[in-house]
């Protein structure tokens, strides 16, 4: 929604600003300039990036237009169930999570929570290494490690849609610049009209540069650091689970661990301590 207010806000100011100076928009509206830059911008999205990175980026754009999932909401959900998780391990011991964390999405346990049972990165995520405490076989420190080392691959793929979106920005002004050249040529091989015509045709070639660097730093780039953004928000999930898991490991209780957890979440998604200790008990 705040994608199409801002698109909106761009163009309005933009397009209202040269109507009130006495332009006319009618001027603006040039297809053939429109088909140079985008086809150009399309083909060099394609030719630097590999298939997974066009898929990825073509995956993320639509959820650019929705709301982050990743609110207060959903991590008082997350907190509840790590704590009730957590709470049955110290009660009956690592063996009675074995069955839920080996079969998540058939798990009564998970499915006590709709928003995070829902996403099945995070419900992966999480099963994956209460299994490896299951299996008791590694200790904290080799635990963390290796969610690190995971939690930076899915950074890092993550970003890719990102990096893409912001390099094809960076170039829309370049494509500009050429489709105002070829207008440019073609009013040079028109020099014999009379100067009325040639002085649209010169408006035609400078439409381009025009339309190059607005769709470049009103429509293109402002989505790249918007995809940063929702990136990180993700990110953030699963640091909070490891921050729980291995409070956990290394001895405090679950109502200590799931504070561990809190104390990592930004501030506006970030519950008190009492309002979240009130919220978990009641949960389980």
């Not at 999405?105 to 999480?126: A, I, N, T, W």
Request: glycine residues 12%; negative net charge.
């Amino acid at each position: 929604m705040f994608v199409i207010i801002g698109w909106l806000l761009v163009g309005g100011s933009v397009f209202g600003g040269f109507a009130m100076a006495g332009g006319h928009l009618a001027a603006l509206f040039q297809p053939i300039e429109l088909l140079m830059i985008g086809g150009a911008a399309g083909g060099a999205f394609v030719v630097g990036n590999n298939s997974k990175v066009v898929k990825a980026t073509m995956k993320t754009l639509p959820t650019l237009f929705k709301g982050s999932p990743y609110n207060k909401a959903y991590y008082m959900e997350l907190f509840a169930l790590l704590y009730e998780i957590l709470a049955k391990i110290r009660k009956e011991g690592l063996m009675s999570i074995e069955g839920d964390v080996e079969t998540p999405d058939s798990s009564p346990l998970f499915s006590k929570y709709p928003l995070v049972h829902g996403d099945h990165h995070v419900v992966e995520f999480m099963a994956d290494y209460l299994r490896i405490m299951v299996g008791g076989n590694l200790n904290a420190f080799e635990v963390e490690n290796l969610m690190d080392n995971e939690i930076e691959t899915h950074h890092h793929e993550g970003a890719a849609p990102a990096t893409a979106l912001a390099k094809l920005g960076d170039g829309m002004p370049a494509f500009g610049i050429v489709a105002a050249v070829m207008g440019v040529v073609h009013t040079m091989e028109s020099v014999g009209l009379p100067p009325a015509e040639l002085g649209i045709l010169i408006a035609h070639a400078l439409v381009g540069t025009f339309l190059g660097i607005l769709l470049s730093y009103g429509f293109i780039s402002p989505l790249a650091g918007l995809c940063e953004q929702k990136l990180e928000e993700s990110t953030k999930v699963f640091q909070t689970i490891k921050v729980t898991l291995l409070a956990s490991l290394n001895g405090y209780a679950p109502t200590v661990a799931v504070e561990f957890g809190r104390k990592v979440l930004f501030s506006t998604e970030r519950p008190g301590f009492l309002e979240l200790e009130a919220h978990v008990k009641q949960k389980k």
